[in-house]
C-alpha cells in the first residue's frame, strides 16, 4: 500500500500503521472508522479489521492503559530470549543447534527458578492440607486419586460450602 505514487493509499497505510500508538479513544476510533471507510480496503482486509479491534486492548495503546501490566506494554520478555539465543547462535547454526541451545537454556532457566517452584508447590501443598474438602475426600480416596485430583480440588476450594439444617 505505501509503494507507488498514489497519495491517498499512502495516507491510509500510515493511518493503519499508526493506529496501535493512538493517545486516545476518540482519536483510535476517528481513525479507525476512516479506515474502514476506505474504498482503498476490500471487504476481507475490513472484515479482518473489524475483527481485530474487537481485541483492541492488547494491542491499541489508548486502550492497553486499562489494563493492569505492571508499567510493561512492550515484547522486551521476547526480545530477551532473543538477544540471549543470538549469543549462542549464529545464521549458519542448524535446527538442530537450535534445539539444543533451547534446551540448555530452559534447563538453566529452571534450575534458577527451582526454589521458588518449589515454594509455589509447598504453599498449594499446605493450602490442600488446610482443606475441609480434601479432608472430607481423604477418608475414601487414595493419596494418589487425591493427587490426580489436587487442581481442581484447589478450584473447589475457592467456594464456600454452608450447611443449614440437612442441607449444603
Known amino acids: ?27 483510535f476510533d476517528y481513525d479507525f472508522n476512516k479506515i474502514k471507510e476506505s474504498e482503498l480496503l476490500s471487504n476481507d482486509q475490513k472484515t479482518y479489521l473489524e475483527n481485530k479491534s474487537k481485541e483492541k ?18 515484547t522486551s520478555r521476547i526480545e530477551s530470549k532473543h538477544r540471549l ?16 541451545v533451547l534446551k540448555d537454556l530452559e534447563t538453566l532457566e529452571i534450575f534458577r527458578f527451582r526454589d521458588e517452584i518449589q515454594s509455589l508447590t ?9 482443606s475441609a474438602l480434601l479432608k472430607f475426600f ?17 478450584q473447589s476450594t475457592n467456594y464456600k460450602v454452608f ?3 440437612q442441607k449444603w
Open 1 to 27: 500500500m505505501n509503494k507507488g505514487k498514489n497519495q491517498d493509499k499512502q495516507n491510509l497505510y500510515r493511518r493503519i500503521v499508526e493506529l496501535p500508538f493512538s493517545q486516545t479513544k476518540e482519536d
Open 57 to 74: 486492548q492488547r494491542w491499541a495503546k489508548c486502550y492497553m492503559k486499562e489494563l493492569f501490566c505492571s508499567g510493561m506494554c512492550t
Open 85 to 100: 539465543f543470538k549469543r549462542f547462535l549464529k545464521s549458519s547454526s542448524q535446527l538442530t543447534e537450535f534445539f539444543a
Open 122 to 130: 509447598k504453599k498449594e501443598n499446605q493450602r490442600l492440607e488446610k
Open 138 to 154: 481423604m477418608k475414601d480416596y487414595s493419596s494418589y486419586a487425591i493427587s490426580k485430583m489436587k487442581e481442581e480440588l484447589l
Open 163 to 165: 450447611k443449614q439444617g
